[in-house]
C-alpha cells in the first residue's frame, strides 16, 4: 500500500461464490501506476478467480472496485477494456496461423476509409509496440507457429498494449517457459511498469516474483493472508503460503 496516493485499481472487501464453495472473502488489493503487484498462493487460492473479477470475465457476488478511486462496474471483458484493463491468460488466445502483426490487432483491426485493412499501419504499430517492450522477433510477419514460447507470451502482452490499457493482469506468464525465455518475459513486465501501467502477476514461481514485483500478496483459501515487499525472505512468503503463519497485514 503507498499511504496518500490514490491507487490505480483497488478491489475493497471483495467476495465470490460458487455455489457453497468460498472463493473469495472480504479480498482487499490496491495497485498503483508504475508497480507490480504479484498475487500469490496454492492452488485453489482463488488467484485466478480474483484475476478474472479485474478482467471483467467474472463479477464479485459482493464488495467494491474503484479506478481512480471511483467505483465501477466491470460488467463483461469488453467493459474492463474500456475501462483500461487489459489482461493475458495461460491459453494466450492468439493464432498459430497467423504473423504477429495479426495477432497483435486479433479482433481490434484497423480499417482504412474504403473499409479494407490497413495492414501498413498495424505492421508499424505492432513494431512500435514490440520495441517498447524490448521484443526481439525477426519480423512482425512471421507466423506464431514459428516463434518460441516465450515470444508468444511477448505477442500476447503486446497485444494487451492496443487501446493504451492502464491496468495489466498477466496470469502465469512464465509458465512451461526456459530459463532465457522466462527472463525475456520478466523484462517484458519490467517495461510495462517503467511505462506507467499496473501490473497484477500470478505466478507460482516466488524466484520470478521476487525479481521484478514490487509488491506480494498472498491469498489462502480465498482470503487475503500476507502483503511483503519484494526483498521478504522466501520462508516468510511460502510461510503466508501455507498457513505457517498469521496474516500482517
Known amino acids: 500500500m503507498t499511504p496518500g496516493r490514490t491507487p490505480l485499481l483497488a478491489l475493497r ?104 485493412l490497413a495492414e501498413g499501419e498495424m505492421e508499424t504499430e505492432t513494431r512500435s509496440l514490440l520495441r517498447h517492450l524490448t521484443v526481439r522477433i525477426p519480423s512482425v510477419r512471421t507466423p506464431l507457429r514459428n516463434l518460441s514460447g516465450g515470444q508468444r507470451q511477448a505477442v500476447a ?3 494487451t498494449l492496443i487501446g493504451d490499457p492502464r491496468i495489466v493482469v498477466l496470469d502465469e506468464p512464465t509458465a512451461a517457459l526456459s530459463v532465457a525465455q522466462t527472463a525475456e518475459v520478466l523484462t517484458h513486465i519490467e517495461r510495462l511498469r517503467e511505462m506507467g501501467l499496473g501490473v497484477i502477476l500470478i505466478s507460482h514461481n516466488l524466484t520470478d516474483v521476487r525479481a521484478v514485483s514490487d509488491r506480494i500478496e498472498v491469498l489462502r483459501h480465498g482470503r487475503n493472508n500476507g502483503a511483503f515487499s519484494a526483498d521478504a525472505s522466501q520462508e516468510e512468503i511460502l510461510g503466508a503460503i501455507t498457513g505457517a503463519r498469521s496474516p500482517s497485514l
Open 13 to 116: 472487501q471483495i467476495s465470490k461464490y460458487f455455489g457453497a464453495v468460498e472463493a473469495l472473502v472480504g479480498v482487499d488489493l490496491e495497485v498503483h501506476a508504475h508497480e507490480v503487484v504479484a498475487l500469490v498462493g496454492d492452488n485453489g487460492a482463488g488467484k485466478s478467480t480474483l484475476a478474472k473479477i479485474v478482467a471483467g470475465v467474472l463479477q464479485p457476488d459482493s464488495g467494491m472496485i474503484e479506478i481512480d478511486g471511483t467505483p465501477v462496474t466491470l460488467s463483461s471483458a469488453s467493459a474492463a477494456n474500456r475501462m483500461g484493463v487489459a489482461s493475458v491468460f495461460q491459453d494466450l488466445a492468439l493464432c498459430e496461423n497467423l504473423d504477429v502483426t495479426a495477432n497483435v490487432f486479433l479482433g481490434q483491426e484497423v480499417r482504412n476509409r474504403v473499409g479494407m
Open 157 to 159: 502482452i503486446a497485444r
